[in-house]
């Protein structure tokens, strides 16, 4: 982006403002400058006013000019430019000026006339080239005074300066927009642009002679109006500033759409009318949006150019053109770049300003190219403007001073912060206290939050002016189910690996026949899977052990002895309910072949299984399986009981099923994964006093399960009994029927040490209980 200092005075006051603190102020609020030059032209160069010219007597390409430069008499100088002879105000290097360090302007007799003097050109004053031939000077730089010294129009000794622009500053791209946020930071007034046209058809409303017909709602604004043009021409201001700026435009008309667009970053088309006259000799403009962010604009159902992307050649208004139609739009970068990008659509030069973000303010952009052309033209306007706006609404921050202060780091009066963010025509609503609400205007399409307003503050106060701190940063707590979630399966993990078992994920597929072959219930079929990625994963698994049995089979089939597995993920039920459990697999050897072992490890077997899994998932009981599948061993299996519950079942892989898979000695295990989640325990007082185990042996019959034993002694609820539990069954042809079984229990007191009768108290109590409910006699 290349402004001029002449060019940003239009917008900020100056005035006693040096280059050097143009160039701070620029970095020092996130506008990099490149480069910065100061244009001179050489010392000596004055404002010439030609008061006649003619052939020279003895050239036929050389003009002999008298030209009042200031001084008593007018002089005479030669010169060669065919231009000359149009010329009323040129440029010319008196005698004396050094043009560069071997070029002296001297007195010279060309074809014996004299000549004292030079009318220079404008690459020979170091400018651009604007044109052939002299640089003929108009009163757009201001008034020209013969004599005068070229250096003494900031127009033309002008500082140039080019910014490194990152791709979210759209609002920057503009001579305006540079300027607003300069003069933020040099506390000086932003100027405004009050102009009424003049050259208006007072009698001939737009509305007369032109429409505009929406196909579709549309994602951009726009502001249309018609202009005839005559004899259309740059002055001097333009043309240098354009050249300054590295802008190349088309031809005169596109030379004031694209200097009304870099000064006030409003996106300007110029079309010929005569595309758009209908049947009537209306001008119909039809609008389209077939896709979000790409609208058309038709003329005769053809389309004539893309919004913000391009412009048919045909369409484009030129220097001939007598009836323009010039539009003026706005389209949010995201939307368009979105809707580009990946696509075949042609872009053109205004592409880059708007893919970046430009100037929404559409009566800006109209009002100022209104006025260039009855400047530079012979021009006369319809009354009004065709307007239409999207529906789209600017992002609303509701924030307080001190949130922002605290993100800075240091104090910044609310006034400041409110004054810093409405020059840089942010709209505030003030609330109590030091809240405020914040509108964030469209061509700040990059400020999304608090932060990105901070980001504003901070480039106005200056980067370099923050005092450095430590920084205190506090997060807040964002502690849900989720996270609780998320910690759970991470310790949960950790406790599988270190209980040997590794990690495996498997689809949320699975082979419905295969569900069906080994008993577990299916999806119903109307909510099975319309497009499964290949036919044996038909369905949502209900069950993760399928998937955990297919890649057992083919480990083994690779030569492993021994896999132990673990999956933590979701099933489903028939109605695609989904709840979260882990499941293991073991199978084959307990352990690796080692010297201990003899290379001879044993296989897997209940016992091991359940020591394992306890080591992994915690304390759990057991007790005989209501569960029924396929895959249950009708005699090695149970239910898996935590906190009183039924969380899941384990069981030895049934021997059909074993066999079809063709695997080692295997084990599976299933347990919804809640049940297992670790919750807060509140730590508990601890005896000072010491403990005592006793062992109570009892002859049941054979039949009673130990659940029920378990349970009648917690029926008890025994204060002193701290724990309990089975060490020792035994059967033998003497006990016939009945059955050994031996409790270990310890026995505390929280309040003092226990005396033996005590104790021996307490297990009468328990055997007493255990003889009435289920006929217990000590052994």
């Not at 073991?586 to 897997?604: M, R, T, Y």
């Amino acid at each position: 982006m290349i402004i001029t200092r002449s060019w940003l005075s239009e917008f900020v006051d100056l005035d006693r403002i040096s280059d050097e603190d143009i160039y701070k102020t620029l970095n020092a609020i996130g506008l990099e400058v490149d480069s910065m030059r100061r244009y001179l032209v050489p010392k000596g160069v004055v404002v010439g006013e030609i008061q006649s010219c003619s052939k020279h007597p003895n050239a036929d390409k050389l003009n002999v000019c008298t030209i009042d430069i200031g001084t008593k008499q007018p002089v005479q100088i030669v010169c060669g430019a065919a231009n000359v002879v149009n010329a009323k105000f040129v440029a010319v290097a008196t005698i004396g000026t050094k043009m560069g360090d071997d070029f002296e302007i001297k007195p010279a007799v060309l074809r014996e006339v004299e000549s004292f003097g030079m009318v220079c050109s404008a690459s020979e004053l170091g400018l651009p080239e604007l044109n052939e031939g002299i640089l003929i000077l108009d009163d757009s730089i201001g008034e020209l005074v013969p004599g005068k010294s070229l250096n003494d129009y900031p127009a033309i000794a002008d500082t140039i300066i080019e910014l490194e622009l990152t791709a979210n500053r759209g609002d920057a791209l503009s001579i305006r927009g540079v300027a607003r946020d300069l003069s933020v930071a040099l506390k000086r007034k932003l100027m405004g642009f009050d102009f009424k046209p003049h050259a208006v058809e007072k009698d001939l409303r737009i509305d007369d002679v032109a429409t505009v017909d929406m196909k579709d709602y549309l994602d951009a604004d726009l502001s249309y109006t018609l202009a005839t043009c005559k004899d259309v021409h740059n002055n001097l201001l333009i043309q240098i500033r354009l050249a300054f700026a590295g802008i190349e435009p088309r031809g005169k008309l596109d030379s004031l759409l694209q200097y009304t667009t870099h000064s006030t970053g409003v996106i300007l088309k110029g079309y010929k009318a005569e595309v758009f006259k209908d049947a009537k000799n209306t001008v119909a403009i039809e609008l389209s949006s077939r896709q979000k962010g790409i609208v058309e604009v038709l003329a005769n159902d053809r389309v004539v150019s893309v919004l913000g992307v391009n412009q048919t050649p045909e369409s484009i208004a030129d220097d001939e053109t007598i009836k323009v139609v010039i539009e003026a739009s706005y389209i949010h970068p995201k939307l368009l770049v979105d809707a580009v990008s990946g696509s075949d659509i042609v872009t053109d030069n205004l592409y880059y300003n708007t893919s970046r973000g430009s100037e929404p303010e559409l009566a800006l952009g109209i009002n100022y190219i209104i006025k260039l052309l009855e400047d530079n033209t012979s021009v006369r306007f319809v009354n009004g403007t065709l307007d239409i706006r999207s529906k789209q609404k600017p992002i609303t921050l509701e924030m307080s001073s001190r949130e922002i202060c605290d993100i800075i780091g240091m104090e910044i009066p609310k006034k400041e912060i409110i004054r810093i963010l409405k020059a840089l025509e942010f709209t505030i609503d003030e609330r109590k206290g030091d809240s405020f609400i914040c509108t964030v205007p469209f061509f700040k399409q990059e400020v999304t939050n608090i932060y990105d307003i901070t980001e504003e503050i901070v480039r106005i106060v200056g980067i370099d002016n923050i005092p450095p701190k430590p920084l205190n940063f506090t997060e807040v707590a964002y502690l849900n189910g989720a996270t609780t979630q998320h910690q759970a399966r991470k310790i949960i993990r950790n406790r599988c690996v270190g209980a040997t078992f590794s990690e495996v994920l498997t689809y949320a597929f699975s082979d419905a026949t295969k569900l069906a072959q080994y008993g577990f219930v299916a999806i119903k079929e109307e909510l099975r899977l319309l497009n499964p990625i290949i036919d044996t994963l038909d369905t949502l698994r209900t069950t993760m052990m399928i998937n955990l049995l297919e890649i057992v089979q083919k480990n083994i089939n690779y030569n492993k002895k021994s896999l132990a597995l673990f999956e933590i993920g979701a099933i489903f039920d028939e109605n695609r309910k989904e709840r979260e459990v882990i499941s293991f697999i073991f199978s084959g050897a307990v352990a690796k072949e080692s010297i201990i072992n003899i290379a001879k490890p044993a296989p897997i077997d209940f016992a091991s299984f359940v020591n394992k899994l306890a080591n992994a998932i915690g304390k759990f009981e057991l007790v005989p399986t209501t569960t029924q599948n396929g895959l249950i061993h009708p005699y090695q299996s149970a239910d898996i009981i935590i906190e009183g519950k039924v969380a899941g079942y384990l069981s030895r892989l049934h021997p059909s099923v074993q066999e079809d898979f063709d695997l080692y000695d295997t084990f599976i295990a299933q347990i919804d994964f809640d049940a297992i989640t670790p919750k807060h325990i509140n730590a508990r007082k601890i005896s000072n006093y010491q403990g005592t185990y006793k062992d109570l042996s009892v002859v049941v019959d054979e039949k009673i399960s130990l659940k029920p034993l378990m349970d009648s002694i917690a029926q008890l609820n025994i204060l002193l009994l701290q724990d309990y539990y089975v060490i020792d069954i035994y059967q033998d042809e003497a006990l016939g029927s009945n059955k050994s079984v031996t409790i270990r229990f310890f026995i505390q007191s929280m309040e003092k040490t226990l005396q033996d009768g005590e104790i021996e108290m307490l297990m009468q109590q328990i055997l007493a209980k255990l003889h009435e409910s289920h006929g217990a006699l000590l052994r």
